[in-house]
Nanobody
C-alpha cells in the first residue's frame, strides 16, 4: 500500500508559478515511479509528467514541456511539480500517482490505468 497526499494548489494569475508537493508513505519510495495527472470536469484525466524510480528520468506531456518540472526527494519521500508560466488552460485538479513494480526495461508509465495508487487531488486555478 502507498498513501499519497498532495499539497500546494491554489489560485494564481496567468504567467505565475506554483509548486505542488506529493508526500508518499507506506512503501520504499525510491522504487516507485511517480506521475502527475490533471483533470477538468467532463474530461478524462490527462497525463502531465512522470519521474522514474530507476534513474530519475522525466517525461512530460507536450502541453507542459518547458514550463513544468518534476523532481523527487527520496530522503523525504516527496515528489514535486514545479509549474511556471501558467496559463488559464492549466486550470484543473492535479493528482499525483504511484506506479509500483515496473521493470527498468519497460517504458515509463503515461496512462492512468498503469498507476496503482492515487492522491486525493489539489485544485489549481489560473486566472487570466
Amino acid at each position: 500500500q502507498v498513501q499519497l497526499v498532495e499539497s500546494g494548489g491554489g489560485l494564481v494569475q496567468a504567467g505565475g508559478s506554483l509548486r505542488l508537493s506529493c508526500a508518499a508513505s507506506g512503501r520504499t519510495f525510491s522504487s516507485i515511479d511517480m506521475g502527475w495527472f490533471r483533470q477538468v470536469p467532463g474530461k478524462e484525466r490527462e497525463f502531465v509528467g512522470v519521474i522514474t524510480w530507476s534513474d530519475g528520468g522525466t517525461l512530460y506531456a507536450e502541453s507542459v514541456k518547458g514550463r513544468f518540472t518534476i523532481s523527487r526527494d527520496n530522503a523525504k519521500n516527496t515528489v514535486y511539480l514545479q509549474m511556471n508560466s501558467l496559463k488559464p488552460e492549466d486550470t484543473a485538479v492535479y493528482y499525483c500517482a504511484a506506479k509500483t513494480g515496473r521493470s527498468m526495461w519497460n517504458p515509463p508509465p503515461t496512462l492512468s490505468y498503469e498507476y496503482d495508487y492515487w492522491g486525493q487531488g489539489t485544485q489549481v486555478t489560473v486566472s487570466s
